[in-house]
């Protein structure tokens, strides 16, 4: 079996987006964050090809490991967590928060690209990455938390492919993104509030970040429920993961073993967002 396959990296934002693939090891989907492992694991080497997601191409389906599901979330609600109590098992590749999809879902934005194209792109770069490679036999996608505005798009492009929400306490999250200061936070000192009115459905001018936030998060849970259609579990922060093996696993029609679910279990100790083993008890120390 091949060592190496090339995968999405991320897509270039442009009227017509191109996608950058690079031959990457099975490890790149171990750490938290897909991106920041390809930064991590990339070959002086690494060899890359463009892929333009508006030409027509032929799909290449046959072969492909099982998607399983993809995991929406308001942002800062342990959506990372699950992943990694998913990943616990080698079995499951997560693809969580690719650039290849955000990049994607950006030039949409930007550029109001017709549906026919997005579905296409949107299929073309989901099933790259259920190639197989490594231990993998099934693939669950954690998107990055404004993808739940495309929600729509992805039960198009997916209508039987299960879902999950997960949500958290609207304050809570405001209290957890001013801290971090990233992801759609930075939207708000963008030049222009092109993606805040995408995102808000109409256009605002928020004096304050705090406002802008609340107003963004509430958006996230309006969304994921007005789309609230097909095979969908919705689940609250903190109490979530202690569903993983009743409720999660069955919705996903994921087995896991009791091995498989101790690794999970343990995975809950340590910081989710962490490259590297953090237990709680020594975060800020």
């Known amino acids: 079996m091949s060592k190496t396959v090339y995968f999405p990296s991320y897509t270039k934002v442009s009227e017509t987006p191109v996608t950058i693939f690079e031959k990457l090891h099975p490890e790149v989907f171990d750490p938290p964050f897909f991106n920041d492992a390809v930064s991590m694991f990339r070959a002086k080497d690494s060899l890359r090809k463009e892929l333009d997601l508006t030409a027509e191409t032929i799909s290449q389906n046959r072969g492909l490991l099982p998607l399983k599901g993809f995991v929406f979330h308001t942002s800062h609600c342990g959506s990372t967590l699950l992943a990694n109590m998913f990943r616990a098992a080698k079995k499951t590749r997560v693809v969580s928060e690719t650039e290849a999809i955000n990049g994607l879902l950006l030039s949409a934005v930007f550029y109001n690209l017709e549906e026919k194209i997005l579905l296409k792109s949107l299929k073309t770069i989901v099933e790259s990455y ?48 001013l801290k971090s200061g990233r992801g759609f936070v930075e939207w708000f000192f963008h030049p222009t509030n092109l993606l805040q009115n995408y995102c808000l459905g109409e256009e605002k001018q928020f004096e304050l970040l705090e406002n802008y936030l609340f107003a963004m998060v509430e958006a996230h849970k309006n969304t ?21 093996e009743s409720e999660i696993l069955p919705h996903f029609n ?12 343990e995975a809950r100790k340590y910081d989710a967002k962490s490259i590297y083993k953090t237990p709680y008890s020594n975060l800020g120390s």
């Open 130 to 177: 259920l190639q197989p490679l490594g231990e993998a036999e099934q693939v669950v996608f954690k998107l990055t938390s404004w993808n739940v505005f495309f929600i729509e798009l992805f039960q198009k492009a997916y209508p039987e492919v299960p879902w999950i929400f997960i949500d958290r306490k609207t304050e809570e999250v405001v209290a957890s993104l």
């Open 224 to 244: 994921a429920k007005k789309f609230r259609l097909g095979n969908n579990l919705f689940l609250e922060y903190p109490s979530f993961p202690n569903k993983f």
């Open 254 to 265: 994921l087995n896991y073993s009791e091995k498989e679910l101790e690794n999970a279990e």
